[in-house]
């Protein structure tokens, strides 16, 4: 279980067919929740939008246009009619993290065995550009402030990162704006540093 600051630079560097299957398989799982069956019914249009060219830009853009249509529509019917909370709409729908892995983080971080990530900064470099600096800026990692407030961090900061094609939103497949703040409880998760 990689810390979620590496998992973003790796799933980005992973071809269009593998992010689709694993967003479908996460989709899956997240469908055999306990869900009233308007919410079922809601996800499953979710999971038959996605598609090859959604994950390699091939589309044109008015496809891209409709996905950003359908992902606010979706987005907004799924919070704003109390089908599910925030939280649970960010890990369900926006990170390839389950509830057990986020409990696992939460609560019983000293379990998790980060010793085979020596030398993990080096990988995580190639895919991200290095760490950034003042000529080059590494990724943004965030869209949402929830995504950050959800361990007790702070909104999610725009600014001093470059802006992705995707890696944020439901199904990643929106722009990443933003950095959680450094000193936040949830810097330290999305880097595993509180391990």
Known sequence: MLPFKYQKPVIRSLSAQKKLSLWQEKLQIVL?????????????????KLNLELYD????????????NFVADW???????????????????????????????????????????EGYQDITDTFIGGGGSASSPSDC????????????????????????SDGCGIVGMSKCKGLCPENSNYSNFLTGSQY
Do not use: P
């Open 32 to 48: 055999q929740q306990n869900w009233d069956e308007i919410t079922k019914n809601k996800i499953v249009i979710l999971i038959n």
């Open 141 to 164: 990692e965030c869209r949402y402030d929830i995504y950050c407030s959800i361990l007790g961090g702070a909104d999610c900061a725009s600014g001093g990162c470059s802006v992705t």
């Open 57 to 68: 830009y091939s589309g044109t853009e008015q496809q891209t246009e409709e996905w950003q």
């Open 75 to 117: 987005e907004n019917d799924m919070l704003s009619n109390n089908r599910i909370d925030s939280v649970e709409f960010i890990v369900h729908f926006c990170t390839l993290m389950t509830f057990e892995e986020l409990d696992l983080r939460l609560n019983h971080a000293d379990s998790i065995d980060l010793t085979w990530l």
